[in-house]
């Protein structure tokens, strides 16, 4: 047997006018199937897809992975995997007709009243995603579960607590206008590279406006691609190389637009705060890529409350931010960078310590695991 005949097909069933994220039911399942790698054809064994239902993806790839589960919502199928022809036609008979089936036989039918879990392998925990009918009166619901499904579980206090309610609002526009993520990367890439000028020059506040607009847009870009199931290995490349890339540039030149405001370092003070902060960001960096590497994937951020609850105001571009822009409050951008250079050489001590302490565990026999997977 080949890899692709092992493979199911995929197929919607029904037809339902109401669209999600501007896509018909159809069309979101095809491309989920794409995603997923699954056959084009809708021969069995096959997932079939009841297009009177939303669901988080991860549903769908939970149910192509598992032959014989069928998920219901309020006793009808809302996504199954048929292993073989027999089984298919009942359960598209079932979702056709809204009802339950007749009879489940060897299929393993799961109520999503009973709040059955499923593993989001990226944050290693456990958690329920959104399944719901989807008509006019719940397309926004549907679109703001989706939407919060494709949230990060654990980053930055401005990306988890101040901007979602703003990135949903725009990625709703550009869904509705026909946006792809890659043209909100590259709007938010030209606003990135105009801030670089604009702290360069000492334009500290316009600066921070263009990089507040691109900070929000390097929210949306993302969204925007689970949402509408158009990631691509590019768009991924392009969104996290601009973010890898940018934020030392952007120190360097903060530190050279002092000259601008007549508060410029000297050169022992300047090329100072750059070690402790160009030298602490790529550290920072090698201790959670090192974290990942030793432990299968599992990130820092997410091994104990403490890592994530840190990861909220860590010494990354976001939080960074707001140093500065206290800073400016009181016209002394000077000491804002020198602030974010300490805050960077701390927050790099404590990755470094707890990479340690993750080594000590582990040598010891203790499994490292996340915490969002306990209980």
């Known amino acids: 047997m080949t890899v692709s005949q092992a493979k199911p097909g995929s197929e919607s069933v029904g037809s ?35 297009a009177a239902v939303a669901f988080d993806p991860a549903w769908f790839r939970h149910v192509a992975a598992e032959p014989g589960l069928v998920l219901t919502l ?12 027999a089984d298919a036609a009942a359960i598209r008979a079932a979702m056709a007709e809204s009802r339950p089936l007749a009879a489940s036989g060897p299929l393993r039918v799961v109520a999503f009243e009973s709040g059955p879990t499923i593993e989001n392998k990226q944050l290693r925990k456990r958690e329920t995603p959104f399944l719901l009918e989807l008509t006019p009166q719940t397309v926004r619901q549907a679109e703001r579960a989706s939407y919060f499904g494709a949230y990060k579980g654990v980053t930055d206090v401005l990306t988890k607590y101040l901007w979602p309610e703003w990135a949903l609002v725009l990625t709703r526009i550009a869904a509705s206008a026909g946006i792809t993520p890659n043209m ?24 921070m406006a263009m990089g507040l607009v691109f900070m929000v847009l390097d929210t949306v870009d993302g969204k925007l691609a689970r949402c509408t ?49 160009q030298g602490g960001y790529v550290v920072q960096r ?7 590497r030793l432990y299968g994937g599992i990130h820092i951020h997410v091994w104990r409350r403490f890592d994530s609850r840190f990861r909220l105001i860590t010494a990354r ?26 805050w960077t050489a701390i927050s790099c001590a404590i990755h470094a310590i707890r990479l340690v302490q993750a080594m000590i565990l582990s040598s010891s026999g203790r499994p490292i ?3 969002l997977a306990e209980g």
């Open 317 to 342: 571009r976001n939080p960074n931010m707001v140093i500065l822009f206290a800073s400016m409050l009181f016209a002394r951008p000077d000491l804002g960078l020198i602030a974010v250079a300490w």
């Open 229 to 277: 199931i158009t990631s691509s290995w590019w768009g991924n490349v392009f969104d996290h190389g601009i973010d890898l890339v940018h934020p030392p540039f952007w120190w360097w030149f903060w530190a050279t637009g002092l000259a601008a405001w007549g508060l410029a370092y000297d050169s022992q003070t300047f090329w100072l705060v750059q070690a402790a902060i």
């Open 74 to 85: 309020g006793g009808v199928p809302a996504l199954a995997h048929a292993p073989d022809e």
């Open 16 to 50: 339902n006018p109401t669209r999600l994220w501007g896509l018909s039911m159809a069309e979101r399942t095809r491309r989920l199937a794409e995603a997923a790698g699954l056959r084009a054809d809708r021969a069995a064994p096959v997932v079939l897809s009841n």
């Open 184 to 207: 909100v990367t590259a709007l938010g890439a030209i606003l990135c590279v105009a801030a670089t000028f604009a702290f360069a020059w000492g334009h500290y506040w316009l600066g």
């Open 369 to 371: 695991t996340s915490w």
């Open 286 to 292: 090698l201790i959670e890529g090192a974290f990942m």
